[in-house]
């Protein structure tokens, strides 16, 4: 704390301090519109200087201005940036035209802003309008297809659930995750912020522009800007409301229980042939319940999914947003609620609620002729969220999966289940060990609830002593607190599953991390040059972060309403309790930034960041992170005035590095675990002897992974800015991984983590945008493609690979994703298949070299397994790459077209050069899982099929072996949005009303693709940490949802 | 102005020093530093127990099953996908790292007592022999980790420090010097303490019993695989058959275990003997795991808190007897509960037992036998997709029910597991008297007549001479299942004799009757591949073994 109160003194001293100005004469006037409406909030500067003023609400202005000036420029967002000689007037009134071009947005670039066309690093500023236009229910979607060299997928499809995000391809197996800040406070996600609440988004894509935050930006940087307070403003009031309703958007078809029943006869009827023997039909009679009816056709089963899918899933969203200011006082905020019921989980707590609340404001406390002296403000956002309960997770923690699985011959519900209290049916003769997943969802998750709060907030001061030296001190919080409740009755399903006793458990997490940020900046205008400064100090702490969670059995009650701790009758000896407090992470920064520019012509920044870490040992704590950027506007120079077809043209380039940080902490430590080495000794088998290890290899030297950049680009506006052209070219290199590669076992305990890989992200990005008018027939078109191309280029141990996770596709099977030097991250590793055995001369020709058949035993129906290394043998020694989950080309358009007050929005994306590995069911452990309809592609006679092998009961070599029978291409493209609308005030223009949209909206209506899965958009990888590296695995989890909706947009 | 100049630059300089470089530092709440550790009794007792707990390993690497699985006993068996079971079986090797978990473990247990070793000076114990016993303790469990390792893999990599190095496999005398080193360490260390004298709540400990039990074993393997006659011990000592056969004389003599009156009360079903048929018409009573079995010397302990500590790795519970119960299917016994099915026994092994011998069927259930009671009846076969199926499961290692749920579960009451896989607990025997007997027997003492009468009269068969060729029988059907067999055969060089013998074994494989040959590879000598990812880890150091 000395820290701050070190600060405080500075500021109050600055608070006292007066500056003197020179006197001189009043300039005033109004500024409006084309169509002769005022502008409030344009900027009135002295050209040369940084004296100025903003205009009021009814556009109007007064300036004080010296003898010496000469000219006044008007500047606002969206306008064409206007210069007026001043001569001898006192009056000057300007009509500002708008800027096709918006050149003179400005765009987030680290503890300030820039304007757009002086920019010399790569970013993507989305403006928040367009965010909310989506209809979204958290913002990370809506950047999907608008931002290039972002790649965003969703993890599953179920609300309020989090998308992978990666920036420029995937930098490090650890976390790949860029950096989120908002407004300035650094947060782990923003899937819980109001789309309605944001003002923009800029993406910092290379390191000149993400090197200001050093360390934590080797992934890239996510700036949100929440809606900010708007000075000299009438109160804007603006309602948005949508009801929208969801729909499965792909059905996978599942078997009916005939299909099912015909199928499994097939597998039984292959295993006897197989082994030469008679076919011993299956007696399902005895198996499974109402077989008679389901011959006769009149049962034709469970439709399990059915009876999950939630007819009524719907969305819906309001928000309230009000903004307003005077010159000294101006404040934004907003109040939204959205309610959205998942497609899955019918008869659950499926619902995502979540209400956000924001207040952000700012007050000139003093104020000398124009110049801001002292000013403070604050932002806050408090966001309340439940999350659906439904399991999604892996195999082994997934409704979704045990529902596709099910077999349509378990009935529903029991026709006489007095005895066992439920009215679920029980386990099947046929499957006694398959449990109802529809009531093994409804017991384990339904009698559940969760709140979820985080506040994100902050204070500045801005004291700006003197015209163009400004020090901003702000700091900020971001704190979360929550709980969750969960009762789970007393149920029997099947033989190995129920519960004797109810179970109730209570869950509670808080904690917040402070940054306190400290920058003084400086601008100095000499002629023709441009020099700004920016110098600063951050120190951000994780001050706490507790959790404590606990679980008994036998409640009193025994009902959900009463299912608290204190109801239990006693403490079971499976109560589990824990609790920690994971604070006292911290990190130290200086940083510095210089740019300098001649008559906007030449452009050049160099910055400068110094990160400490708590993470490292000393000697190691310390990263530095250089960038340079430079940028030339050609279309400045002289001899590019003389025509007419391009417009503006900036060429750019930047080199930097950025840092990051995320890693287990004490990896430097020796120290002793005391996980999983409980032993018991003694008579009684309840007492723990806890047991105590050396957890790890320690490693003194870790410390910072490091990104390197180089990116080149340009920005050019042709036909009089009709069309607008970004082009990019970049190699990333990320060195130095935070990876705990695997170390010998014979250490004894768990491999160091250390700095010890790298990959290449090489890529380009193209964004084109076409914008004409044709009287009242606007239109804009934007497309994007970005093509990225991500490979291993060193893992520092002696084996050289990362392993995946065994047992993914299906319990039995071996880890399939893996990083390796020369290949992607986390590439698919498998056989390579070369199609069926299609018959007995194709068995008798599936021999080695020397003859000698690959498999003794193989017939025809087989796969046939490629030697890939020509040794005569087919082992793990064959397996090669067969797939890469990583997109190679990332598209997106939007066509924005208006007509008077319709309007039309279509929004696409796509991703193209990536593979997909797919099963729907455990296929070798569980052989009476149910299956789609794909099964019928199976091989079943000479010329059936090249691909799928013919079925059996029993798992074989063809389905155990992870090949690339398994693997599809990827490839889709999406139509994820088309909103169709009105704006009434263009029909009654006296409405006292800015704006009045009415609009439907369908989203993913249309996807083009060949994949046949549910969703060709797999963002899934594994859900174990240590694995988040692997994607692109499709097991059939949650799906996506299609959704119509109705909206109203009011402004007042 | 110039104000305002000065204090621009107060703030620069106030930026550039206000924070002390103690912000920086973290204090780990969590762990304690390994250099402060081990500096009382209670810190190495929590150190010991670490070790202790890497003994059993989970999945098909549980010690135990491996051998089971790998001897002429016991077939691959349970489903048609469970390869680990029949990569073990029939010596080869579909997943690179089938034997990585043992391997894993027995290495975790090595660094551990290494810790205890180096670190013990530090520890201010007030009690000598206090400290001795814990010392004695770490030896052994090292010399059980070296020997575990030197068994299933042959030649491994020697560390006795607590270091991280890529060493090579070390010479077969110096891994067996360093074995029976450890154990001759552990029993002079260890307090001659009488079993009864023992207190119950160190259960679970080993004692200078177990360690002179185990110094024979080694000895008897060491010397027999690899034909020596005397061992030089780690610290150049010679270790001569003389000074094993004083140790077991000496354990024998004085450790105060003995045989159990009826060889099947050892066993959780005899505790069945109300539903049971077989228990009940024996009039069986379970001797329990509370201190009254003076026949078990050296056990491991599980409790009621197993769990997933990942999808497919089970902590805390036996799970050898997960994976060698009867495959069950989830079908309903009265008295045995689902398994899935591992190692169903070799008809030959039913077969070989001698008339009248109570072991027989106080070691395998034959399914189609009534006095087996309602499983005779009821059993399904297939259950699951079985395969090697055979109709005999061995029934030292077996879920037993009770009352209709895990028999653990009826003993001690609520909050024990209520799933079927985490709620098996019985002691995992490791070394039990009989065998000490026997190996007493097996290397010549002079009451070797006595000791080899002590186990056949106990099940009431009458005597014979003792020789080497009865001592082999009596091996077999005494510690049928309990892993011993399979090291015996390659010490004895019987290997290849005996697995000649076991083909064409009638199974069912899915309910089709078919034959089944165990497999045996002599090329690899017997033992186990290394973990393919540790010999690539190893960059080379590490040679995969012969034949693999």
């Given at each position: 704390m000395n820290f701050i109160r070190s600060h405080l003194v500075l500021i109050l001293l600055l608070v006292f301090q007066v500056a003197a100005f020179a006197q001189g004469r009043k300039i005033s006037g109004t500024v409006t519109d084309a169509a002769n409406e005022s502008l409030p909030g344009v900027n009135v500067v002295v050209k040369g200087t940084t004296i100025g003023t903003i205009t009021d609400i009814d556009g109007k202005y007064s300036i004080q201005v010296n003898n010496t000036a000469k000219e006044l420029v008007f500047s606002f967002i969206g306008y064409a940036e206007q210069a007026v000689a001043?001569?001898?007037?006192?009056t000057i009134d300007v009509v500002l035209k708008e800027d096709v071009?918006?050149?003179?947005e400005v765009v987030a670039i680290g503890y300030g802003v820039q304007k757009k066309k002086l920019n010399t690093g790569s970013s993507v500023n989305v403006n928040g309008e367009n965010i909310q236009k989506?209809?979204?229910?958290?913002p990370i979607d809506a950047l999907k297809g608008v931002s290039a060299g972002v790649n965003i997928t969703q993890s599953?499809?179920?609300?309020g659930s989090d998308a992978k995000v990666f920036i420029r391809g995937?930098?490090?197996?650890?976390?790949a995750t860029p950096l989120y800040i908002v407004d300035g406070v650094s947060t782990s996600?923003?899937?819980?912020?109001?789309?309605?609440?944001?003002e923009s988004i800029d993406i910092l894509k290379d390191a000149a522009s993400a090197a200001i935050y050093g360390s934590r930006a080797a992934n890239g940087v996510i700036l949100v800007t929440t809606k900010s307070a708007k000075q000299n403003k009438r109160p804007t009031i603006s309602y948005d409301f949508y009801n929208g309703w969801h729909s499965v958007a792909k059905k996978p078809e599942l078997l009916n229980a005939q299909q099912y029943i015909e199928i499994m006869d097939e597998c039984n009827k292959n295993y006897y042939e197989s082994k030469g023997k008679t076919v011993r039909e299956i007696k399902w009679d005895t198996q499974v319940p109402n077989y008679d009816k389901i011959v006769s056709g009149e049962n034709t089963g469970t439709d399990w999914l059915s009876e999950m899918i939630d007819k009524d899933a719907y969305v819906q969203s309001h928000a309230v947003n009000i903004t307003g200011g005077t010159k000294m006082s101006s404040y934004s905020m907003g109040f939204s609620r959205l309610d959205e019921v998942g497609?899955?989980?019918?008869?659950?707590?499926n619902e995502y609620k979540r209400t956000n609340i924001r207040l952000n404001s700012d007050h000139v406390l003093w104020e000398n002729k124009g110049l801001n002296i002292v000013k403070v403000g604050e932002t806050l956002s408090f966001t309340n969220s439940h999350n659906p309960t439904v399991r999604t997770g892996n195999i082994y923690w997934n409704d979704l999966h045990n529902v596709m699985v099910?077999?349509?011959?378990?009935?529903?519900?029991?026709?006489?289940?007095s005895d066992l209290a439920t009215p679920y049916h029980y386990a099947t003769n046929?499957?006694?060990?398959?449990?109802?997943p529809i009531a093994l969802m409804i017991y384990n998750t339904k009698e559940s609830t969760n709140s979820n709060n985080s506040i994100l907030g902050s204070f500045y001061t801005e004291i700006?002593?003197?015209?163009n030296l400004v020090y901003r001190s702000q700091f900020g919080i971001n704190a979360w607190y929550g709980n969750s409740r969960s009762y789970v009755p007393v149920f029997t399903l099947a033989k190995e599953t129920f519960t004797t006793k109810d179970k109730v458990s209570q869950s509670m997490s808080q904690g917040y991390n402070w940054t306190f940020t400290n920058t003084i900046s400086y601008k100095y205008l000499l002629g023709k040059h441009e020099i700004s400064g920016l110098v600063g100090n951050e120190a951000i702490r994780n001050a706490q972060s507790l959790s404590l969670s606990t679980s008994n059995e036998?409640?009193?009650?025994?009902d959900y309403e009463h299912?608290?701790?204190?109801?239990?009758k006693t403490i079971s000896s499976n109560t589990s309790i824990s609790g920690r407090d994971d604070y006292g992470w911290a990190m130290l920064s200086y940083f510095g930034r210089l740019s300098y520019n001649y008559d906007e012509k030449y452009m050049f920044t160099a910055v400068l960041r110094a990160d400490g870490s708590s993470k490292f040992s000393e000697g190691h704590k310390w990263g530095v992170f250089p960038s340079v950027s430079a940028g030339w506007?050609?279309?400045?120079e002289n001899f590019m005035k003389?025509?007419?077809?391009?417009?503006f043209l900036k060429i750019r380039g930047s080199w930097g590095q950025n840092g990051n940080q995320n890693v287990e902490d004490y990896q430097y430590l020796s120290t002793l675990s005391y996980t999983d080495a409980t032993y018991y000794f003694g008579?009684?088998?309840?007492?723990k002897t806890l047991g105590a290890y050396p957890a790890r290899v320690p490693n003194y030297d870790i410390t910072w992974e490091t990104s390197e950049q180089t990116d080149l680009g340009f920005d050019a506006n042709f036909f009089k800015s009709k069309l607008n052209i970004s082009f990019d070219w970049y190699r990333k290199d990320t060195r130095d991984w935070l990876v705990e590669a695997p170390a010998l076992?014979?250490?004894?305990?768990d491999p160091a983590a250390i700095n010890g890989g790298s990959v290449r992200n090489t890529g380009i990005e193209i964004v084109a945008s076409w914008h004409q008018n044709i009287n009242d027939f606007k239109y804009d078109f934007t497309a994007s493609l970005s093509k990225n191309k991500n490979y291993v280029i060193?893992?520092?141990?002696?084996?050289?690979i990362i392993h995946g996770e065994a047992n993914?596709?299906?319990?039995?099977t071996s880890e399939m994703s893996r990083v390796e030097?020369?290949?992607?991250?986390g590439y698919f590793w498998g056989y390579k298949t070369a199609g069926i055995l299609q018959n007995d001369v194709d068995v008798a020709n599936y021999v080695n070299a020397d003859g000698?058949?690959?498999?003794?035993?193989?017939?025809?129906?087989?796969v046939i397994f490629?030697?890939?290394?020509?040794?005569g043998k087919i082992s793990?020694?064959?397996?090669?790459?067969?797939?890469?989950?990583?997109?190679?080309v990332i598209i997106g358009f939007q066509l924005n077209t208006s007509y008077k007050g319709a309007y039309l929005q279509v929004s696409a994306n796509g991703m193209f050069g990536h593979q997909i590995a797919k099963s729907y069911r455990s296929f070798v452990d569980s052989p009476k899982q149910n299956y789609t309809?794909?099964?019928?592609?199976?091989?079943?006679?000479?010329?059936?099929?090249?691909?799928m092998p013919i079925l059996t009961t029993t798992p074989t070599r063809n389905t155990i072996?992870?090949?690339?029978?398994y693997i599809e291409d990827g490839d889709f493209m999406r139509i994820s949005n088309i909103t169709l609308g009105y704006d009434f005030k263009a029909l009654f223009?006296?409405?006292?009303?800015g704006e009045a949209r009415l609009y439907v909206s369908g989203k993913n209506l249309f996807t083009f693709t060949k994949?046949?899965?549910?969703?060709?958009e797999v963002g899934y990888g594994s859900s174990n940490k240590d694995y988040d590296?692997?994607?692109?695995?499709?097991?059939?989890?949650y799906p996506s949802a299609r959704t119509y909706l109705i909206g109203l947009s009011i402004t007042f | 102005m110039k104000n305002i100049r000065y204090i621009s630059l107060l703030i620069l300089v106030a930026l550039v020093t206000?924070?002390?470089?103690?912000?920086?530092e973290k204090k780990d709440l969590y762990e304690v530093s390994d250099?402060?550790?081990?500096?009382n009794p209670e810190e190495v007792q929590t150190a010991l127990a670490a070790a202790y707990s890497t003994l059993p390993t989970t999945g098909v690497n549980d010690a135990l099953l491996i051998a089971n699985l790998m001897s002429?006993?016991?077939?691959?068996?349970?489903?048609?996908?469970d390869t680990g079971f029949h990569d073990i079986d029939g010596f080869t090797?579909?997943?690179?790292?089938?034997?990585l978990p043992i391997w894993q473990n027995c290495y975790k247990g090595i660094l551990r007592v290494n810790m205890i070793i180096y670190r013990i000076d530090n520890a201010k114990y007030s009690n000598e022999t206090e400290k001795n016993r814990d010392l004695g303790e770490a030896y052994f469990l090292r010399g059980v980790f070296y020997l575990r390792l030197a068994q299933i893999f042959g030649n491994v990599p020697l560390i006795t420090l607590p270091d991280a190095v890529n060493y090579p496999k070390a010479e077969t005398s110096a891994l067996f010097g360093q074995i029976l080193f450890d154990f001759k360490k552990a029993i002079e260390l260890m307090?001659?303490?009488?079993y009864a004298d023992?207190?119950?709540?160190?259960?679970?400990h080993a004692t200078k019993w177990a360690a002179e039990g185990f110094i024979a074993r080694a000895f008897l393997f060491y010397t027999g695989k690899y034909n020596v006659s005397d061992a030089t011990l780690a610290d150049g000592t010679t270790l001569t058959k003389s000074d094993v056969i004083a140790y077991v004389d000496d354990c024998v003599a004085n450790s105060g275990h003995g045989l159990i009156p009826?060889?099947?009360?050892?066993?959780?079903?005899?505790?069945a003997n109300t539903t049971y048929k077989y228990a009940v018409d024996n009039k069986l009573n379970w001797v329990g795991?509370?201190?009254?079995?003076?026949?078990?010397m050296f056990a491991l302990k599980f409790s009621?808190?197993?769990?997933?500590?990942?999808?497919t790795v089970i902590t805390y519970s036996n799970q050898l007897t997960l994976y060698m119960?009867?495959?069950?299917?989830g079908k309903s016994y009265q008295d045995f509960g689902q398994g899935?099915?591992?190692?169903?026994?070799n008809p030959q092994l039913f077969e070989s037992?001698?008339?009248?011998?109570?072991?027989?069927a106080g070691s395998i259930t034959?399914?189609?036998?009534?006095?087996?009671?309602?499983i005779s009846t009821k059993y399904v076969w297939n259950?699951?997709?079985?395969?090697?199926?055979?109709g005999l499961w061995q029934k030292k290692y077996t879920p037993i029910l009770v009352n209709g749920s895990g028999m653990y579960n009826a003993i001690l009451?609520?909050?024990?597991?209520?799933n079927y896989q985490l709620w098996n607990m019985q002691d995992e025997v490791l070394l039990r008297f009989a065998d000490v007997l026997l190996m007493g027997a097996e290397l010549g003492s002079a009451k070797a007549q006595d000791y080899f009468d002590r186990v056949r009269t106990r099940v009431g068969l009458a005597t014979k001479t003792v020789s080497l060729d009865a001592i082999k029988d009596e091996r077999r059907h005494e510690l049928?299942?309990?892993?011993?067999r399979y090291y015996d055969l390659l010490r004895w060089h019987d290997e290849v004799a005996a697995f000649a013998k076991a083909t064409n074994i009638k199974v069912q494989n899915l309910a089709i009757e078919d034959t089944y040959s165990i497999t045996y590879r002599p090329e690899t000598n017997g033992f186990a591949p290394i973990p393919e990812s540790q010999v690539k880890l190893s960059d080379g150091i590490l040679v995969q073994n012969p034949g693999w």
């Open positions: 001043i001569g001898s007037n006192t071009q918006q050149l003179n989506l209809n979204t229910s958290n599953n499809g179920q609300p995937v930098g490090t197996i650890g976390d996600s923003i899937t819980h912020l109001a789309p309605s609440d944001i497609v899955v989980g019918k008869g659950t707590n099910a077999s349509p011959t378990l009935p529903m519900y029991a026709e006489d289940n046929w499957n006694s060990s398959e449990a109802n700006q002593p003197i015209s036998e409640t009193i009650f025994g299912a608290y701790i204190d109801n239990a506007v050609a279309t400045n003389n025509q007419s077809v391009i417009s008579t009684n088998k309840t007492i076992a014979s250490y004894g305990t060193d893992i520092a141990n002696e084996e050289k993914v596709l299906s319990q039995g030097p020369n290949l992607p991250i000698v058949p690959y498999f003794k035993d193989s017939r025809p129906g087989d490629v030697d890939t290394n020509k040794d793990d020694d064959d397996k090669v790459m067969i797939g890469d989950p990583n997109p190679d309809t794909e099964v019928y592609n199976r091989w079943h006679g000479e010329g059936t099929s090249n691909k072996n992870v090949s690339d029978i223009k006296q409405l006292p009303i994949y046949s899965g549910m969703d060709p590296w692997q994607s692109g695995i499709d097991l059939g989890l | 206000s924070c002390g470089e103690n912000f920086l250099e402060t550790y081990y500096s002429d006993d016991c077939l691959g068996g349970g489903g048609s996908g090797n579909s997943s690179e790292d089938l034997y307090p001659s303490t009488k023992v207190s119950t709540d160190r259960l679970g009826d060889f099947r009360n050892q066993w959780p079903y005899a505790y795991e509370t201190g009254d079995n003076v026949e078990t009621p808190y197993g769990g997933w500590n990942s999808p119960g009867i495959r069950t299917g899935w099915g591992g190692g169903p026994v037992f001698e008339a009248g011998d109570p072991r027989k034959d399914v189609t036998d009534p006095n087996e009671g309602d259950a699951d997709n079985s395969v090697h199926e055979t009451g609520a909050g024990t597991q209520t049928a299942f309990e892993g011993l």
